[in-house]
């Protein structure tokens, strides 16, 4: 239920409650994380830990993680606008950020232009899955330098935005481009001779 840290984007935050708890009958989880046998939430520190076998609700800070999954989603919207391959990649719940392998700054105004009419035009967001021997045969899907799509269990999870973008992620998205809402470009960098740092913010 718990997205945890991974890919560029933060784990959740929320609440645990159960009857461990003590008096107020909750503990702030402050983060998630990949552990090394499942899902890790992590608890405010001197929070009472839950006991094996007790009957727990956990519930995520939703207004953060819909700010997460709008921001996610916006970033695939600038990987159909830029022409490069991504160095690097960073969600926020108030900015966020994508590095491509391009050897010049886009066009401010002409991206702002482009990232409003993706938004506009509602586009769905559909989640599939492609096999590891279909992904071998379209090496471009992969569009990350750095973060390789997980292998081993025969699929890979892909976010489609139809006839916009389509690559494997295990991100959190919205269901339409209409959802993300007002953003705007914000800096865009110069991060190294073939690096370029293309900064969104929310405009609310």
Not at 165 to 180: F, M, N, R, W, Y
Request: net charge neutral.
């Amino acid at each position: 239920m718990f997205y945890p840290t991974g890919g560029g984007q933060p784990g959740d935050t929320g609440i645990l409650k159960g009857a461990g708890q003590g008096a107020s009958g909750e503990a702030a989880i402050l983060d998630t994380v990949k552990g090394e046998d499942g899902i890790v939430h992590v608890l405010a520190e001197g929070a009472p830990r839950p006991q094996v076998g007790e009957r727990v609700t956990v519930t995520i800070d939703w207004d953060r993680r819909y700010r997460h999954m709008r921001m996610h989603t916006a970033l695939h919207l600038l990987c159909a606008l830029v022409d490069g391959k991504i160095t690097g990649a960073q969600v926020g719940a108030d900015k966020s950020r994508v590095d491509f392998n391009i050897p010049e700054s886009p066009d401010k105004a002409a991206l702002q232009a482009g990232l409003d009419a993706l938004v506009d035009a509602a586009h769905p967001v559909k989640i599939g899955w492609i096999s590891d021997a279909e992904l071998d045969a379209q090496p471009d899907l992969v569009r990350s330098m750095s973060v390789a799509p997980p292998r081993g269990s025969g699929r890979v999870r892909t976010i489609d935005i139809a006839g916009v973008d389509l690559q494997p992620c295990g991100g959190t998205h919205v269901a339409s481009t209409a959802e993300i809402g007002r953003l705007r470009i914000g800096k865009i960098e110069n991060k190294g001779k073939q690096n370029r740092r293309i900064n969104i913010v929310f405009d609310d």
